[in-house]
C-alpha cells in the first residue's frame, strides 16, 4: 500500500475512532448499555487499526509517524485502555442487568469521552502541525485533552441522577451558571497552554540551518548585486540582444477565446529567445504596465546569482515604467524557459512566460524539424492546441515539451517510436527507444524527444488530448495515431532509462544534509496565521535559511507528507537523483531543477554548491510557494541589499 494510501486510513481510523468513542460515552450518559457496549467494540477496533496503520507507516519513514508515536498513540492507548477496564465491565453489568458497583460509574463514562478526545487531538495534531512535533505542540494538545477531560467530569450527572438534558446544560450554559470551570481544569488547561504558548515564541525564529556543516564564518560580505554576469561572449560566441517589453494585452487562445493576458510583447508565449552555446545572452526587459512589478527568472539556467530574477533577494522587481537588463553566458545547451518571478503564481498564470533554448556550437545530428511545445492552460483553455507540423518520411524531429503550468502533465506521443534525449535541458545518457509509454512532466519540467518521421501522421497528446500534429505530407490523414487511447499507457520512469555512468557525485560523501518535509498545516505565511504549505511545520519567510560554504557537496532529503504532490525547484543548481522512496536510480544519472515529489515519497537529491549567491529553494506548484513553501539556500558571505517580495521577515506583494 502507498504511503499517501496509509496516511488517508491513518486520518479515517483517528476520525471514526473519535467519534465510536463520544458515541460510547453519550450512549452510556444515555443509559443504553448495549449500544454503548457495542460502540466501545467498534471504538476499540478502529483504534488497534490505527495503530496497526501507524507501525505501518513507521516502516517508510519517522517523518510519516513522529506526532503519532510520540504523542497520539501514548495518549490514545492510555485513555483507550482505561475505558475499555472502566467502561467494559461497567457496560457489560448493565446490558446484562448484574447488580451495579457505585461509583464506577461515572469513571468509566469519563473514560469512554477521554478516549474520543485523545483520538481527535492525534487527528488535529497531525492535520493542523504534523513534522517536527515539538513540545509547546505537545504540551498544548496534552492541556486541551485533559482540560476536556476534567470539564466533561465536572459537567456529568453523579451516578443514577438523570440525564442528558442535564449533562448538555452543563456543557453548554453551565459555563456561566455554576462556574463550571474547576480549579483542576483550569490549572492545566491554563498552565499546559500557556507554557506551550511561551514556548513557542521562544523557540521560533531560527535565521538558519547548516545542515551538519559549520555555521557562518565572519568573512567579508559579497553582495548578490555585485554577483553579475560578463559582458562579452564567450571565445567564438556572439553577443545576442533582445528586448522584452510586458505588458497587457488582449489574446486569442486556439480556443478561439480572448483572454486579458499579462504578456511578454504582447503574445503568449513571450518571444523565443535563442542562442548557440558560448553567446552572449543580454535581455533587457521593460515593464509597460504590468502593477506591483515584473522580472525575468531563467527556469533551470544556471546564471550567476544577479541576473537569476527573484525580486527582493536578487534584484528590486522592476515596477511600470522601469526597465532592467539581464546578461548571461548562455553555456548550457538545451530547452529552459523564462518566467516573471513577481508574485509568479499570479504573473505567470496569467501569461509571463517564454522560451528559452541553447543549442551546440557544433551539431552532429541536428533535428531536421525542432518543436518547441510549451504547455500552458488558461482559464479559457490550453495555449498549446490544434497546432500541426509536416516533416517528410524519415526526417528528424525533436520535440521541446516544457511544462509552465503548476500542476504536472501527461505528455504521450503515439504513432512512432522515440527516444528522450533531454530531462530539464540536460542530455541524458544512452537513452534508448521507447513506445507507447507516457511522460509525466512536473511544473517548470521539460522533455525533449527524439524521432525519426514514419510515413504516417504522428500525434502529441497533452493530458489524453491531442494536441500536436505532425503529418509527412500537408493534409496526410490523421491514422492510427488519433485513435490511440494514450490513458492506458504506463509512465516512462526516468530513474530506470538510458544506462548508467560513473558520476562521482553520487558516491562523495556530502558535507551538508538537508531535509525537507513537505505538509500542510498551521503556520504563519508573511506575518499571518495560516492553513499553510509548509516545509518542516514552517511557512515563508520563517523557514530558516539553509546555509552552504562554496564547493560544499550538499544533500537534499525531501519528503511529502501531504496529499498534494509538490514539484521541488532549487534556483542555480541542477540536482542530481540519487533515489526515490529508496530505490536507486540505475538508468542514465539524472539531473533534474524540477522533481515531482508525489504524496508519500521521499526523495534523495545531490548537488554541488559551485554557484555563489542566494538562491530560492520552493514548490514550483506557485500558488503552494505564495501559500508559504519555500525558503532560500543562501552562500556563507553572500548578501543581499534588497528586500521585499523574497527577502525574510517582508510581506510578499501579490
Ligand atoms: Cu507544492
Known amino acids: 500500500m502507498t504511503t499517501a494510501a496509509l496516511t488517508v486510513f491513518d486520518h479515517a481510523w483517528a476520525l471514526l475512532g473519535g467519534a465510536a468513542w463520544l458515541a460510547a460515552g453519550v450512549t452510556a450518559v444515555r443509559g443504553r448499555a448495549r449500544a454503548g457496549l457495542v460502540l466501545l467494540g467498534v471504538a476499540l477496533l478502529l483504534t488497534l487499526a490505527k495503530a496497526v496503520s501507524v507501525a505501518v507507516l513507521?516502516?517508510?519513514?519517522?517523518?510519516?509517524?513522529?506526532?503519532?508515536?510520540?504523542?497520539?498513540?501514548?495518549?490514545?492507548?492510555?485513555?483507550?485502555?482505561?475505558?475499555?477496564?472502566?467502561?467494559?465491565?461497567?457496560?457489560?453489568?448493565?446490558?446484562?442487568?448484574?447488580?451495579?458497583?457505585?461509583?464506577g460509574e461515572k469513571v468509566g463514562v469519563v473514560a469512554l469521552f477521554a478516549a474520543g478526545y485523545a483520538a481527535v487531538a492525534s487527528f488535529?495534531?497531525?492535520?493542523?502541525?504534523?513534522?517536527?512535533?515539538?513540545?509547546?505542540?505537545?504540551?498544548?494538545?496534552?492541556?486541551?485533552?485533559?482540560?476536556a477531560v476534567l470539564l466533561t467530569a465536572r459537567s456529568l450527572p453523579a451516578p443514577g441522577a438523570d440525564v442528558v438534558g442535564e449533562a448538555v446544560s452543563n456543557a453548554g450554559m453551565g459555563l456561566s451558571r455554576r462556574g463550571f470551570l474547576g480549579v483542576a481544569g483550569g490549572v492545566v488547561a491554563v498552565g499546559a497552554t500557556g507554557t506551550g504558548a511561551g514556548l513557542s515564541v521562544l523557540t521560533s525564529g531560527a535565521a538558519h540551518t547548516v545542515g551538519g556543516g559549520p555555521g557562518p564564518s565572519r568573512g567579508s560580505l559579497v553582495s548578490v548585486a555585485d554577483l553579475r554576469g560578463p559582458d562579452t561572449p564567450a571565445p567564438g560566441g556572439v553577443r545576442r540582444a533582445y528586448g522584452v517589453t510586458a505588458r497587457k494585452a488582449a489574446v486569442r487562445l486556439p480556443s478561439g477565446k480572448d483572454i486579458d493576458a499579462w504578456t511578454f510583447d504582447g503574445a503568449v508565449p513571450g518571444p523565443q529567445l535563442s542562442a548557440t552555446q558560448g553567446d552572449l545572452l543580454e535581455v533587457r526587459l521593460v515593464n509597460q504596465d504590468i502593477d506591483g512589478g515584473v522580472t525575468l527568472h531563467w527556469h533551470g539556467y544556471d546564471v550567476p546569482c544577479g541576473e537569476d530574477g527573484v525580486p527582493g533577494l536578487s534584484q528590486p522587481a522592476v515596477a511600470p515604467g522601469a526597465a532592467f537588463v539581464y546578461r548571461f553566458r548562455a553555456e548550457q545547451v538545451g530547452t529552459y524557459w523564462y518566467h516573471t518571478h513577481y508574485a509568479s503564481h499570479v504573473g505567470v498564470r496569467r501569461g509571463l512566460y517564454g522560451v528559452l533554448v541553447v543549442t551546440p556550437r557544433t551539431d552532429p545530428d541536428p533535428a531536421d524539424l525542432d518543436v518547441v511545445v510549451p504547455v500552458h492552460t488558461f482559464s479559457g483553455g490550453a495555449a498549446v492546441a490544434g497546432v500541426e507540423h509536416v516533416a517528410a518520411a524519415g526526417a528528424t524531429v525533436r520535440l521541446r515539451l516544457i511544462n509552465t503550468d503548476s500542476d504536472p502533465r501527461r505528455f504521450a506521443l503515439a504513432g512512432t517510436p522515440f527516444r528522450v534525449v533531454a530531462v530539464d535541458g540536460r542530455d541524458l545518457h544512452g537513452p534508448g527507444e521507447t513506445s507507447r509509454t507516457a511522460l509525466r512532466v512536473a511544473a517548470g519540467g521539460r522533455r525533449d524527444l527524439v524521432f525519426a518521421m514514419p510515413e504516417s501522421a504522428v500525434a502529441l497528446f497533452v493530458d489524453g488530448v491531442a494536441a500536436v500534429w505532425l503529418r509527412p505530407q500537408p493534409g496526410a490523414p490523421d491514422g492510427a495515431a488519433a485513435g490511440e487511447d494514450t490513458a492506458g499507457w504506463p509512465e516512462l520512469d526516468l530513474l530506470t532509462y538510458g544506462t548508467s555512468t560513473p558520476v562521482p557525485l553520487r558516491t562523495a560523501p556530502a558535507d551538508r544534509h538537508f531535509t525537507l518535509v513537505l505538509d500542510r498545516g498551521l503556520a504563519m505565511v508573511d506575518g499571518r496565521p495560516a492553513f499553510a504549505q509548509t516545509v518542516n511545520g514552517l511557512g515563508h519567510p520563517s523557514i530558516p535559511d539553509q546555509l552552504v560554504t562554496e564547493g560544499d557537496i550538499v544533500r537534499f532529503t525531501v519528503v511529502n507528507r501531504s496529499l498534494e504532490?509538490?514539484?521541488?525547484?532549487?534556483?542555480?543548481?541542477?540536482?542530481?537523483?540519487l533515489s526515490r522512496d529508496g530505490q536507486q536510480s540505475s538508468g542514465s544519472p539524472l539531473w533534474m531543477d524540477t522533481f515531482d515529489v508525489r504524496p508519500g515519497e521521499v526523495w534523495e537529491v545531490v548537488f554541488q554548491a559551485t554557484n555563489r549567491g542566494i538562491w530560492m529553494n520552493h514548490c514550483h506548484n506557485l500558488p503552494h510557494a505564495d501559500q508559504g513553501m519555500m525558503l532560500r539556500l543562501r552562500y556563507d558571505g553572500v548578501s543581499t541589499p534588497f528586500h521585499g517580495a523574497h527577502a525574510a521577515g517582508h510581506r510578499h506583494p501579490s
Open 565 to 577: 504532490t509538490h514539484p521541488w525547484h532549487l534556483h542555480g543548481h541542477p540536482v542530481l537523483i
Open 124 to 147: 488535529v495534531t497531525t492535520y493542523l502541525v504534523g513534522y517536527p512535533l515539538t513540545l509547546p505542540t505537545a504540551l498544548i494538545t496534552v492541556g486541551l485533552v485533559v482540560a
Open 58 to 103: 513507521a516502516g517508510r519513514g519517522w517523518w510519516f509517524v513522529q506526532e503519532k508515536v510520540l504523542l497520539g498513540m501514548p495518549l490514545l492507548g492510555v485513555t483507550a485502555l482505561a475505558a475499555a477496564v472502566t467502561a467494559g465491565p461497567m457496560l457489560l453489568a448493565r446490558s446484562t442487568g448484574m447488580p451495579r458497583r457505585s461509583g
